[in-house]
């Protein structure tokens, strides 16, 4: 049972403004812990503290940072399994995906560890003789860090990692369900030697902490992902206290099939895509556009591969997929799914284990008109729709048929439709023969429309973010 509490300054928050039991979403009878909720001043604290920590921090050298990384992603490496069997308990993400997703954090935190030592910057011929000029990257200050609860490793390390090497201090302000992964993680940042007040926890409600450490707190950047809601209000309060902010928001990602794709493949990719971690991915499959002539194949497929789609408790290691995370979750995607029941005809439909968890039964429907709100709002949860074109055009027409702009996928062996897909598709990542899900810490990462402020995170892309830049000139001809 974990306890998850406020760590600031490098010590635990006494004071708590209530507290919640957390029940393992695989076994509602199972309590994995407790919340001990922080109150709004404790950001004061934590602003604080980072604000002093970030001053001796900047001053290390590029050496030194990348070591206290190196540190970080060796922690996370010895205590992998807590982890993974924290995050799985408390949100219900099947426990081989946990383990991928914490492997994940290790690697974030070894890349972004090497960048101590690479360039920080470029040297800019001068119009004047005798000058060195150069812009190089130079720490913002404290960064608030606000992250969801369906990556409870990955991302605050894929926003935590470059803030730190690129000379930050940091204010954690993880999702309510996954405060007590947070927690853990945090035991291991300590462990692994963060000076106190780097990394600073509020373990807090989104409408209390949260939002106070948006409005109030002396952070000098945001780096939020989560709901396009919540997004839009952190970027309208960042813009008018101009602070430097990115924003990585909802998506209702598109696969389109084509009539040469690889059926089986394909069938597999599109699953996996749209089941594994219960549809709980930013990225995740949720409209299915094939080509006409090739539906009725299509369908055979999934009724196949549908079969690998076993749902069971989350630290099952056959689990293909797990509970959703949490009761309000559950009441969210039931909802969808009632409609899709209603106003759809069902192709296939996954069993679910009796046990008594928020389990949902992965759904493909087909006969849902595209001003269905199910084909046109994020559901989060497992549904596919399905729907015909016929032809390219008209597929790629459908699939920027969003106000969400984050992943898309085309299934073809047809090169010239390959590239046509990958120019006219308004996405931020557009993958061909690989499912919607799934990215690379080494390449940007983000979305377009109402999925992103338009910034990128990992890869190079967030050593921009979490810097400025400054420009240098040296007129060394001053005395020749
Ligand atoms: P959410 O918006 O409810 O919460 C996100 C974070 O914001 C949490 O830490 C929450 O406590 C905090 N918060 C809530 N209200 C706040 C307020 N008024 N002020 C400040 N902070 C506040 O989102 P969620 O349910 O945790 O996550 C699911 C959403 O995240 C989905 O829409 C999903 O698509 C999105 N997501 C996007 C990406 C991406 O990279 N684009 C990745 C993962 C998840």
Known sequence: MITAVSIINGKEMQETVGEKQVWNPSDLTSQVGTIMYSPKESVRKAEQAAVSAQIEWAAKTGAQKSQLLYQLADAISTHAAEIAAAGSDEMGKPITEMKGEVQRAVQLFKYYAAEGVRPDGDTIPSSAPHVLQYAKRVPLGVVGVITPWNFPAAIPVWKIAPALICGNAVIWKPAENASLTAYKMMEVFKEAGVPDGLINLLIGRGREVGQHLLEEASIDALSFTGSTEVGRKAAKTCAARNIKYQTEMGGKNPAIVLKDADMKKTAAALLSGAFRSAGQKCTATSRVIVEEGVKEKLKEALLQEMQHVQVKPAREEEAYSGPVA??????????????????????????????????????????????????????????????????????????????????ASVFTNNLSEAHRFLEETNAGMVRVNQETAGVEYQAPFGGMKESSSHTREQGQAALSFYSETKTCAVNYGWQL
């Open 326 to 407: 949490s009761k309000e979750q559950f009441e969210k995607v039931t909802h969808y799914h009632a409609l899709a029941k209603k106003d759809g005809n069902v192709i296939a439909e996954a069993d679910i284990p009796s046990q008594h968890g928020y389990f949902i039964s992965p759904l493909i429907v087909e006969a849902i008109d595209t001003s269905h709100e199910l084909w046109r709002e994020e559901t989060f949860g497992p549904i596919i729709v399905l729907v015909s074109a016929s032809d390219t055009h008209e597929a790629i027409s459908l699939s920027n048929d969003t106000v969400f702009g984050l992943s």
